[in-house]
């Protein structure tokens, strides 16, 4: 190294805090002055992020329509999957296995419905007709195709207590 040249010492920039006062409408100058680093570095890391800012916000902006299209799909998909449980590929998963698929696609729609309308500021309040719409679609799928000829008795109260232990 040349003697008239200062040995320069690393410095992390505070990525989260450059972030916030950018946000703020804090100058590239400015923002470099209280990191310690030079204004291009700030600038780079600004220009970096720029994108993922851009996207960021325009998520937050249609957040609402970002969820309905989520929500769309799931009832998509799980219409198909009622329209098939017919299909030979559906009748060869086990019960549990359809009912664990629309339960879940079940959970993406309630989720998603209560957040769409959380952010376009309507009520949560879910008066869904979907759940009784899919239980009755389960309740179909899963009827014996014969009826059982003996039904198993139903226990008394108290028939299952454990008996109680005196020391």
Known sequence: MSPHRSQRKARKLDRPK???LAQQGMSTADISQHQ???PSTVFRFLQQTEPERQALEHFKKNRADVLARIQAK???VQERIIESLKDPVIDALTPSQK???????NVVHGTTFDKERLYSGLSTHNVSQ???ILNLA????????????VK????????????????
Not at 99 to 105: C, E, S, V
Not at 138 to 149: G, L, R, W
Not at 153 to 167: D, L, N
């Open 138 to 149: 389960v309740d179909e799928a899963y009827k014996p195709k014969f009826p059982s000829p």
């Open 99 to 105: 009912t664990g698929m629309l339960t879940a696609l």
């Open 74 to 76: 799931s009832l998509d």
């Open 18 to 20: 450059v972030l916030e």
């Open 152 to 167: 198993p008795p139903i226990p008394q109260s108290g028939a299952c207590q454990p008996e109680e232990t005196v020391e």
């Open 130 to 132: 979907l759940t009784q």
């Open 36 to 38: 310690r680093v030079a």
